[in-house]
């Protein structure tokens, strides 16, 4: 698990990276990472655009 500090600088990279984005392909490893099942969140998620990129303690939220 990446510490505080790298989650911080790999923030704004992946923000310029992916922003403005289009979802088009969902793999889901662990599904207890999702509070969704996997059919629904892949049915939500697929083909939606990521806006921003946030940090919410170690996690980043897209």
């Known amino acids: ?8 600088t790999s923030k704004p990279l992946l923000n310029q990276k992916i922003s403005g ?3 088009s392909e969902i793999q889901i490893n662990w599904g207890k990472s999702i509070n969704l099942t996997p059919e629904l969140f892949i049915k939500t998620v697929d083909h939606q655009k990521i806006r921003t990129l946030n940090r919410q303690g170690k996690h980043l939220l897209f």
């Open 1 to 8: 698990m990446p510490e505080l500090p790298e989650m911080e």
């Open 21 to 23: 984005q289009t979802i």
